[in-house]
């Protein structure tokens, strides 16, 4: 199993970006996904999640929307009104059912790589 992220860059203040991430491998079911970051001397800190029937929580006063395609094995965040404190290199996370080659069903939390986000003032 793996997540790749994307999307990430540098944006102005005020502005927008909108990252992606993609599960893929041998996926029975995904549960809840995440995005998470961290800034520079900082711990890694939630930013917003989604459970599998589409209901999202986030932690930045609705500046950023979290959204998922099922059919995709994707989420997304569309970050708005971007302000530099939210630089941070940005990582998805997926709670997921994956398939081993022993044909055995496994529980498991992964992480994507993380793409860098940032901000100008």
């Known amino acids: 199993v793996q997540l790749q992220a994307s999307g990430g860059g540098l944006a102005q203040a005020g502005g927008s970006l909108r990252l992606s991430c993609v599960a893929s491998?041998?996926?029975?079911?995904?549960?809840?996904m995440a995005w998470y970051r961290q800034a520079p001397g900082k711990q890694r800190e939630l930013v917003a999640t989604?459970?599998?029937?589409?209901h999202a929580a986030d932690t930045v006063n609705g500046r950023f929307t979290i959204s998922r395609d099922n059919a995709k094995n994707t989420v997304y965040l569309q970050m708005n009104s971007l302000r530099p404190e939210d630089t941070a290199v940005y990582y998805c996370?997926?709670?997921?059912?994956?398939?081993?080659?022993?044909?055995?069903?496994?529980?498991?939390?992964?992480w994507g790589q993380g793409t860098l986000v940032t901000v100008s003032s």
């Open positions: 989604i459970s599998s029937d589409g």
């Open positions: 491998g041998r996926i029975s079911r995904i549960n809840s």
């Open positions: 996370n997926a709670d997921l059912l994956s398939l081993n080659y022993n044909g055995e069903y496994v529980a498991g939390r992964y």
